[in-house]
T-cell receptor
């Protein structure tokens, strides 16, 4: 069973446009929601993360929006650039007690067209 | 360089064989996680070790095993390999038992022929 559902599977955006990737989860015990960026041949790298006590977090051109009641969160990439072309994974974990292994979404392959 | 070192980078082996993948976590990180990444399954959690002890198991096959040594490096052993085991295997580490983000290594690409 996929603990975190991610959409779309692939996304093509023009340079300067906004890229939006959505994720949904079921487990209300999740309390840590990171996004990872992966370039071909590399391991995923932490991009930005949010905890459920805030509804939005912004770092540069990257923003996470979090809707606790809907159990959804999304990544917005403003002014998308060709260098942003990569695969993006959302994830979730229970950070407070016990094992905190991350459950990943299936990934979104973003292509930014110059 | 993320600070998490995985060796080898590439591995080609035949079905039925056994291989060992190695991971050295970032300096000071006590938790090590292993993930399998295949095209159709995304990143699947296999197993977590914290300071030498197994802490959590995910979708790890019985043919697979892992351990973390006193110097905190970890090894993932894959035996009786099948074609379907071909995938990227990632190791990640964190400094804490709970909470926080992972730092991933560059992975080992395993090809079973």
């Amino acid at each position: 069973q996929q603990q975190v559902k991610q959409s779309p599977q692939s996304l093509i955006v023009q340079k300067g446009g906004i890229s939006i990737i959505n994720c949904a989860y079921e487990n209300t015990a999740f309390d840590y929601f990171p996004w990872y960026q992966q370039f071909p041949g590399k391991g995923p790298a932490l991009l930005i993360a949010i905890r459920p006590d805030v509804s939005e977090k912004k770092e540069g051109r990257f923003t996470i929006s979090f809707n606790k009641s809907a159990k959804q969160f999304s990544l917005h990439i403003m002014d998308s650039q060709p260098g942003d072309s990569a695969t993006y994974f959302c994830a979730a974990s229970r950070g407070q007690t016990g094992a905190n292994n991350l459950f990943f979404g299936t990934g979104t392959r973003l292509t930014v067209i110059p | 360089d993320s600070g998490v070192t995985q060796t080898p980078k590439h591995l080609i082996t035949a079905t039925g064989q056994r291989v060992t993948l190695r991971c050295s976590p970032r300096s000071g990180d006590l938790s090590v996680y292993w993930y399998q990444q295949s095209l159709d399954q995304g990143l699947q959690f296999l197993i977590q070790y914290y300071n030498g002890e197994e802490r959590a198991k995910g979708n790890i096959l019985e043919r697979f095993s892992a351990q973390q040594f006193p110097d905190l490096h970890s090894e993932l052993n894959l035996s009786s390999l099948e074609l379907g085991d071909s995938a990227l295997y990632f190791c990640a580490s964190t400094s804490t038992l709970t909470g926080g983000g992972y730092t991933f290594g560059s992975g080992t690409r395993l090809t079973v022929v």
